[in-house]
């Protein structure tokens, strides 16, 4: 072999060992799930959804889970609100095969989708959360791709807890979030700036108490059927 053909050989080599390495196959393969101590899911569906009305999910974690109550009331005879809320973050790769999973048992066609992900999995770093977070809306795009979508951005903590949740952390994420999903042309409900003007609602250093999670719930609602009147 003379030495051009053997150069060319070492460079397409080169070449082909680079797209191996850097190719989505192994960035999504050192994506791995770091646990919490508890994991749970909560999932609710209307026992007898109404077919003459539309249907709305949310999606999100226990602060969505806290909510829905009030969401579901105000949205009565409106629209059928389904949850699926869980402690499994943005990050985690098990989290777009759940919300998949979910969406072929519900079979559902969902005229607006609310969701949130942002209060736990603090062993990624925002980094990881950043670069994790397209597919998390893709995720949620494929529930429905004609869904109008409301992102609703994490609220504030009571009293930090280290490594997380942490207010500074909370507030970078949302950063993060809010950025991506502006440029996706997602509506956005303030969730956070709404409860910084309810610190005396706090049930625990995370949750709000029922009048707080009413609070959330009025303005989560009021936006949804506002989706809903744009989709008619």
Known sequence: M?????NIRSAMLFVLSAVILWSPVHVIAQQISKPEEIEWTWEVRPVHADPTLPNVLLL???ITRNYY???KKQLDKVANVYLMSSSTSVGDPRLPLQIKEFAAMENASFKVIHF???MHGWEYSEAEYKAAFPSFLNAVRQINPSAFLIWATTTPVKEDILPGPTNARVVARNVIANRLAQQAGISIDRQHALMLHHADQYQDKVHFNPAGATIQGD???RMIREALEKQK
């Open 116 to 118: 949130n992900n942002g």
């Open 60 to 62: 999100g974690d226990s």
């Open 2 to 6: 003379d030495v051009r053909k053997k």
């Open 219 to 221: 303005q989560a609602a």
């Open 69 to 71: 109550p009030e969401v």
